[in-house]
């Protein structure tokens, strides 16, 4: 069973920047198209971003041209640098395959206020 971890998470001030590193227990190129998620409180987790291992990427509208993922198939890690955050940003950030296949991990808390 792959595992995740997931760190990089913090208490920032709006406008701020985060970058959120993942690690993977297996070759995230042999899982393929992994995707960033959150949970907000209160709220259903959602994907945030997709990072397929061939092809473009896709961003929800609420974070386009502010969040860029990345992934490290060497590292078996992925990433999702993070800026110009705002307070709807804050949530629980996890990392899975796409369509969340795996178990999640305990994710790595964002909290944007001032």
């Known amino acids: 069973q792959v595992q995740f971890v997931e760190s990089g998470g913090a208490l920032v001030q709006p406008g701020g920047s985060l970058t959120l590193s993942c690690a993977a227990s297996?070759?995230?190129?042999?899982?393929?198209?992994m995707g960033w998620y959150r949970q907000a409180p209160g709220k259903q987790r959602e994907l945030v971003a997709t990072?397929?291992?061939?092809?473009?990427?896709y961003y929800i509208d609420s974070v386009k041209g502010r969040f860029a993922g990345s992934r490290d198939n060497a590292k078996n890690a992925v990433y999702l640098r993070m800026n110009n955050l705002k307070s709807e940003d804050t949530a629980v950030y996890y990392c899975?395959?796409?369509?969340?296949?795996?178990?999640w991990g305990q994710g790595t808390r964002v909290t944007v206020s001032s």
């Open positions: 899975n395959a796409l369509g969340g296949l795996y178990s």
């Open positions: 297996s070759s995230i190129f042999g899982i393929g198209d």
């Open positions: 990072l397929p291992r061939i092809g473009s990427r």
